[in-house]
């Protein structure tokens, strides 16, 4: 299983990502793709009309969103791994960590681009 982890500076306030992240309206427009949120612990939520799959975990607004996760590359075999989101205020906005753990072995650095490309990318174009 692997692990990476990657990070954005977004010129907004932590809140206003707390809220996006777990809003299936934010979600859509920030990525530019369906999404669709329970934004409660226990929820489900699909993304990337359901190549991301999961539920949320733990919620500590607006600090931290934990959420099970998986997408379709991933076997049925495979377990889902973890997605931690910390929200660290700077001054320039928020810090966006993404600290994702548990990924099937070979695909880390796929999901490492796709973190850049499918959300970092549009967020700091959407936020600004």
């Known amino acids: ?3 990476i982890t990657v990070s954005v500076d977004l010129p907004v306030k932590r809140e206003v990502v ?4 777990l809003d299936s309206a934010e979600h859509t427009a920030f990525t530019g793709s369906e999404a ?3 934004p409660s612990v226990g929820g ?6 359901g190549y991301i799959s999961g539920k949320t ?4 607004a607006p600090n931290r969103i934990v959420q ?3 997408t379709t590359e991933f076997s049925d075999a495979d377990a889902d791994s973890t997605l931690e989101i ?4 700077i001054s320039s906005g928020t810090r966006v960590t993404l ?7 070979g695909q880390g650095d796929m999901y490492r681009e796709g973190w850049e490309e499918y959300y970092f990318r549009p967020m700091l174009e959407y936020f600004s």
């Open 1 to 3: 299983m692997e692990k």
């Open 18 to 21: 707390f809220h996006a992240w």
């Open 36 to 38: 669709v949120i329970d």
């Open 68 to 70: 099970a996760w998986r």
């Open 57 to 60: 975990l733990d919620l500590d």
């Open 86 to 89: 910390l929200l660290e205020t």
């Open 99 to 105: 600290i994702h753990t548990n990924i099937p072995d």
């Open 44 to 49: 489900s939520f699909t993304a990337w009309e």
